[in-house]
């Protein structure tokens, strides 16, 4: 049944870039946050080799307990500061900087490069974490100082009972924001990928530009 999922969700992308008529790449991230280690392991296996985790402890679980498979780690939930040290160093790509303070604490801890996605407030929900349009670039620009850290993009959550309209809308106006900072040609926010969709809106973000969606329930469906 995995598989049979695996191939209904690879299907679903590529018809989704065919109708948008994009000939790039969409990187499946397949989100774990629900399943067990030997779960996930069988999502690798399919050939899901991009996963995420949305809390420190789950992600430091799975990716102890799949060092032996090749997987690019991505870290999707908010990540409160105090935990920074355990999981940046591990982590592949961080979708939710969403404060200057944390940003700090990841300059502060990083060993490496992160590649980071800015999470964007696109919808103006009260209970999502996230910069507002009118923050966005100077937080970018204040970025400048923190050689530790590479925006390679923006991400947003689209509110769960958007409609389609709304959610082309939500999608769209990332993208706007993604090309405006993209434009600035800052070397440490190239800024040239999109973290939107899920598994219920996944297509309609790829149809938007979506370069990265972060898939997991439509994984694990009547397994």
């Not at 109708?19 to 779960?39: C, F, I, M, P, S």
């Not at 400048?144 to 959610?167: C, H, S, W, Y």
């Not at 790829?206 to 329930?217: F, L, P």
């Amino acid at each position: 049944m995995l598989e049979d999922n695996f191939e209904a969700v690879v299907a679903r992308i590529n018809q989704a870039k065919a109708k948008a008529n994009r000939h790039d790449e969409v990187h499946l991230v397949g989100v774990t946050k629900y399943v067990d280690v030997d779960q996930a392991r069988a999502l690798v296996k399919t050939g899901v080799h991009e996963i995420a985790e949305n809390r420190t402890e789950l992600f430091l679980e799975k990716y102890q307990a799949m060092q032996d498979l090749e997987v690019t780690w991505h870290l999707i939930g908010s990540l409160q500061r105090r935990k920074v040290k355990d999981v940046i160093n591990l982590v592949d790509y961080f979708h939710a900087l969403d404060s200057f303070k944390l940003a700090q604490e990841i300059q502060k801890r990083a060993e490496k490069t992160i590649s980071v996605f800015v999470q964007v407030n696109v919808s103006g929900e009260l209970s999502k974490h996230g910069f507002s349009p009118e923050e966005l670039k100077p937080f970018i620009e204040a970025l400048n100082a923190f050689d530790r850290i590479k925006v390679v993009g923006l991400m947003t959550m689209a509110p769960i009972d958007a409609n389609e309209q709304e959610l082309r809308a939500y999608f769209s106006t990332l993208r706007q924001y993604r090309d405006q900072i993209k434009s600035m040609n800052l070397p440490y926010a190239p800024c040239q990928e999109l973290s939107m969709g899920m598994s219920r809106d996944y297509e309609i973000a790829i149809e938007a530009g979506a370069t990265y969606v972060r898939i997991g329930s439509d994984f694990f469906k009547n397994n």
